[in-house]
């Protein structure tokens, strides 16, 4: 039962575009959600956090929306550099439990 | 952001001997560190959940006599794997939880250590 969905597992953007990552999930229970940036080898890093009780946070060129009623939530890059360049997990939990992650997007931004 | 050090980065070890990881959180207090694992190119899977001064709780499917958890102090917890064997080979993550409150939102943020690649031969 995969409660956190990230449905495409890749994507492609030009430099200076704007990346458009998306995550859905299915327990309505879940307040609190996170974005994070991985590397390969190395650890995930914490990019941006949104409550449920938002439906938007703005750090720099990083946005979260927060879609309640569809259970949706998206990470805007604006605008996209190839530093950007990793997989993008977003992550669900409730209260101050575990983290449900998603499956992991992986950006690539094109110079 | 907070600083989480995760060592050894690599280890590779002969079938049947213990590996020990450790997990330290430098710059703040964290009563709640976690383990992860990786498989390539896929998610993190929560192995265990490790909690200061008490036991550690395990996910379904994970031989807690196998991956052996402290957490003795509030900056550090070490994952040991036991009598490692070649399907042990992964890359494990820790994080430590760092918790604030605040105009009606609780953030639950965990931070991420840099990750052990475990090679077992």
């Known amino acids: 039962d995969q409660q956190v969905k990230q449905n495409s597992p890749s994507l492609s953007v030009q430099e200076g575009r704007i990346s458009i990552l998306n995550c859905d999930y299915t327990n309505s229970m879940f307040d609190y959600f996170l974005w994070y940036k991985k590397y390969p080898a190395e650890g995930p890093t914490f990019l941006i956090s949104i409550s449920s009780i938002k439906d938007k946070n703005e750090d720099g060129r990083f946005t979260v929306f927060l879609n309640k009623s569809a259970k949706h939530l998206s990470l805007h890059i604006v605008p996209s550099q190839p530093g950007d360049s990793a997989v993008y997990f977003c992550?669900?939990?409730?209260?101050?439990?575990?983290?449900?992650f998603g499956t992991g997007t992986r950006l690539k931004v094109l110079a | 952001g907070a600083v989480v050090s995760q060592h050894p980065s690599w280890v590779i070890c002969k079938s049947g001997t213990s590996v020990k990881i450790e997990c330290r959180s430098l710059?703040?207090?964290?009563?709640?560190m976690f383990w992860y694992r990786q498989f390539p190119k896929q998610s993190l899977m929560l192995m265990a959940t490790s909690n200061e001064g008490s036991k550690a709780t395990y996910e379904q499917g994970v031989e807690k006599d196998k991956f052996l958890i402290n957490h003795a102090s509030l900056t550090l917890s070490t994952l040991t794997v036991t009598s490692a064997h070649p399907e042990d080979s992964s890359f494990y993550i820790c994080?430590?939880?760092?918790?604030?409150?605040?105009?009606?939102?609780?953030?639950?943020?965990?931070?991420f250590g840099a990750g052990t690649r475990l090679s077992v031969l």
């Open positions: 994080s430590a939880r760092r918790i604030r409150a605040g105009q009606g939102i609780t953030k639950n943020i965990q931070y």
């Open positions: 992550a669900a939990s409730r209260g101050t439990y575990k983290y449900i």
């Open positions: 710059d703040f207090q964290a009563t709640t």
